[in-house]
């Protein structure tokens, strides 16, 4: 079953709110500042969702042809 890349929220040891992004083969490829309040990481989870969604890659031929590709994200909240 393949795995789709997911949001995980946290807390720090400072306890503060962060969020990854988790690719499908288990890495971390993003990693947000820290949040005051669980509000602000969930906002900007949803920025980075809305920022990359049409995100347009090019220049890197392994990548293919520079055409956008949707791509399902799930999400993981640790905090409660």
Do not use: H
């Not at 993003?30 to 949040?35: D, K, M």
């Not at 995100?55 to 994200?73: C, N, Y």
Request: hydrophobic content about 40%; overall charge positive; charged content about 30%.
């Amino acid at each position: 079953m393949k795995r789709n890349p997911k949001f995980v929220l946290f807390r720090d040891r400072r306890g503060e709110y962060r969020w990854r992004l988790v690719a499908r083969n288990g890495r971390t490829i993003a990693q947000s500042e820290g949040y005051a309040r669980r509000r602000g990481a969930t906002g900007g989870i949803a920025a980075a969702i809305a920022c990359c969604a049409d995100a347009l890659v090019t220049g890197l031929d392994k990548l293919g042809t520079g055409k956008r590709r949707s791509v399902a994200v799930e999400f993981e909240d640790l905090t409660r």
